[in-house]
């Protein structure tokens, strides 16, 4: 099971039969550059590309969110890729959020917030 961004990526092309050249190719990046990624040599790239790498790998949304959180992950007090511009476009997010961790919000109470947010969806 991959733990990290570079495994992660690696595991899912080798699922798929796609070659590291023609991954970077479809990316838009150096097959040195893929390598060095799957390797966890160097950061994940930009939220583009890693929108590239999801449509290139066909990941499903459950897996795509994966590996969002592992490019995160790379960083130190990194966020998702995929969050970070809707948390800082949105400033009731940033203070809901902040309410959260002031309050020390936890797993529980974290769920009914979710099941809230799965209702108005439907």
Request: net charge positive.
């Amino acid at each position: 099971m991959a733990t990290t961004f570079g495994s992660f990526v690696r595991e899912k092309r080798l699922q798929i039969g796609k070659n590291l050249r023609s991954l970077a190719k479809e990316i838009g990046i150096a097959p040195a550059y893929m390598c060095d990624i799957e390797n966890d040599h160097r950061y994940p790239p930009e939220i583009e590309k890693l929108e590239k790498i999801a449509t290139s790998l066909a990941l499903t949304v459950d897996e795509k969110n994966k590996m969002f959180d592992l490019a995160g992950n790379t960083k130190k007090n990194a966020v998702s890729p995929d969050l970070s511009q809707y948390i800082m476009g949105n400033k009731k997010v940033r203070v809901a959020l902040r309410l959260a961790r002031d309050n020390d919000i936890g797993e529980e109470e974290w769920e009914k917030v979710i099941k809230i947010l799965e209702k108005s969806r439907k």
